[in-house]
């Protein structure tokens, strides 16, 4: 049986007691009523990950004993940067979790013209720090050890200036005549990139506006069939696609 998975800030050493975090100790303790002496797995975000065994365990906290730390990867090769304009509800919720599944490196919130939430700093920071967790919780369940970055909030313009270096393959969704390109995206689309940004827009979409401003940093767009997808579904096909065009994604025979 697969071993529950725990995410731990602290360093991983062999042998080393590693008292873990309140919230994960709450989940072992209380969700699924653990005991001293079962086993489990701790990673750190950064690529490490340890077998470990319960070896005190009360309601609030769970210290554990690992063992020798491995460096195992399950990224894909192919490095994602998902741009999304902020949303209503829940939604935002489910994009960073089902993104982090499908092995996103980053994800930039961003504000457009149609975007319908509007919040203030401290608002924000409570929300990427919500995201975070949503980020840690999904990669314990899918088995990555590494925690996508979640960055900061930045209007459409801002993001549009530092949207990655010069290689990185930039996609748009919208749906439009994909040949209609910008003159200046010369390289071919089926080449293999090693990095490549999504940029998604809101419930209203973006405006024709804001699609020139892409296109003239460098933007193609793409195309997700005939039909609209909710900003939710969206960015989670354009991953899916990108990942089986480019990524670890494989077709059996």
Do not use: Y
């Not at 192919?78 to 994800?107: F, H, N, P, W």
């Amino acid at each position: 049986m697969r071993r529950p998975r725990f995410h731990t800030a602290q360093p991983l050493t062999a042998g080393a007691i590693v008292t873990l975090e309140p919230e994960p100790s709450r989940h072992i303790a209380k969700a699924l009523r653990m005991r001293s002496g079962e086993a489990l797995c701790v990673f750190d975000g950064n690529g490490m990950e340890a077998a470990a065994r319960i070896c005190d365990i009360t309601r609030d906290a769970v210290s554990v004993e690992l063992d020798l730390p491995q460096a195992i990867d399950r990224e894909s090769p192919l490095s994602v940067t998902l741009a999304i304009a902020l949303s209503r509800g829940d939604r935002m919720d489910t994009v960073v979790q089902k993104a982090t599944e499908l092995g996103v490196r980053r994800i930039q919130p961003v504000s457009s013209e149609r975007t319908g939430v509007r919040l203030d700093a401290t608002r924000l920071a409570k929300k990427r720090g919500h995201w975070e967790r949503i980020a840690i919780s999904a990669c314990e369940q899918s088995g990555r050890n590494r925690i996508p970055r979640i960055d900061e909030t930045l209007a459409l313009p801002d993001f549009l200036d530092v949207s990655g270096d010069a290689d990185a393959r930039r996609l748009i969704l919208h749906p439009t005549d994909s040949t209609d390109q910008p003159d200046d995206a010369a390289a071919p689309i089926l080449e293999r990139p090693v990095d490549v940004v999504l940029l998604v827009g809101p419930e209203g979409g973006f405006s024709d506006g804001e699609v020139a401003a892409a296109r003239a940093a460098g933007f193609r767009t793409l195309q997700l069939g005939p039909r609209v997808l909710r900003t939710e579904t969206a960015p989670l096909a354009a991953l899916a696609a990108v990942q089986l065009r480019w990524g670890d994604f494989c077709l059996g025979a």
